[in-house]
């Protein structure tokens, strides 16, 4: 049998290699679309930290709010089983988020211990009328009476104008 004689020193061809790294780089970045995401950090009360955080353990009532381009505001309530509808509709063919806010002061004296809100608004609700409902229902209106509650490490009654600051999408996937 014959050796074969190899050669250890040999030429690799990198040129290939370095043209698809000077097309894909400049691809990748160009279709990599930046965005910015900026937080608005609005803190609550410890007190009212507390409830939300035992609220999300033991939820005995949930808050529901549908909103609707052609009906208005529905408030559902769900408590033990219980269900209880809040309407608000349309004035003057545009969402009512003063009449939102005072209903909401309304379920807030029933379930002061209740922060957290369940959001659904359909597709046709444009952005800044999400906003609006977000801040409609987050801060009693000034001239109305805050409301009390219990704090549970103190015992102490907290008088608070929050209504509802947690707010959580119920329809992220869609209705």
């Not at 559902?76 to 545009?94: A, C, I, S, Y």
Request: no cysteine; proline share 5%.
């Amino acid at each position: 049998m014959r050796a074969r004689k190899s050669d250890p020193t040999f030429d690799l061809n990198l040129a290939p290699v370095l043209d698809i790294m000077v097309t894909v780089i400049p691809m990748l970045l160009l279709s990599v679309a930046f965005v910015q995401i900026r937080m608005i950090e609005t803190p609550v009360p410890q007190v009212v930290a507390e409830k939300i955080n035992s609220q999300d353990q033991h939820p005995r009532v949930s808050v529901n709010l549908k909103v609707s381009k052609q009906d208005g505001f529905q408030l559902t309530v769900f408590d033990n089983g219980q269900r209880k509808d809040f309407k608000v509709g349309l004035k003057q063919g545009q969402l009512d988020f003063d009449g939102l806010t005072n209903v909401a002061a309304q379920v807030k004296r029933q379930y002061a211990d209740v922060f957290k809100l369940e959001l659904a608004p359909t597709q046709t609700v444009v952005f800044d009328d999400i906003v609006k409902t977000m801040d409609s229902v987050r801060r009693m209106p000034a001239n109305v009476e805050k409301v009390t509650i219990t704090d549970t490490k103190t015992g102490q009654k907290v008088q608070t104008d929050l209504l509802f600051p947690d707010v959580v999408f119920a329809n992220v996937v869609g209705d």
